[in-house]
Nanobody, 111 residues
Framework: QVQLVESGGGLVQPGGSLRLSCAASGIDFRSYNMAWHRQAPGKQRDWVATLTSGGYKAYADSVKGRFTISRDNAKNTVYLQMNSLQTEDTAVYYC?????WGQGTQVTVSS
């Protein structure tokens, strides 16, 4: 059974940083692409970033230059480093591997 557990969310002031983690189990982690998505209140879930098994990275325009996705295959963990956070980044952040989703972690950017 695949399990994804996100952590690292919280409350941060505009301009601050957070690092999200997503620990995976029950899956051959290094063989899959991984992605982060987010869902703001009252809005649809949007794609944020992807990191392929081959190391290719792609980002949504809204986060490009501020967010960085990375992975540690030895720890079966994918990360999302978020810098220069803005109020518009407030959302529940989800990691995804294949058709599997984590439970989400809340990120709130507010002064």
């Amino acid at each position: 059974q695949v399990q994804l557990v996100e952590s690292g969310g919280g409350l941060v002031q505009p301009g601050g940083s957070l690092r999200l983690s997503c620990a995976a189990s029950g899956i051959d982690f290094r063989s899959y692409n991984m992605a982060w998505h987010r869902q703001a209140p009252g809005k649809q879930r949007d794609w944020v970033a992807t990191l392929t098994s081959g190391g290719y990275k792609a980002y949504a325009d809204s986060v490009k230059g501020r967010f960085t996705i990375s992975r540690d295959n030895a720890k079966n963990t994918v990360y999302l480093q978020m810098n220069s956070l803005q109020t518009e980044d407030t959302a529940v952040y989800y990691c995804r591997i294949a058709d599997n989703w984590g439970q989400g972690t809340q990120v709130t950017v507010s002064s």
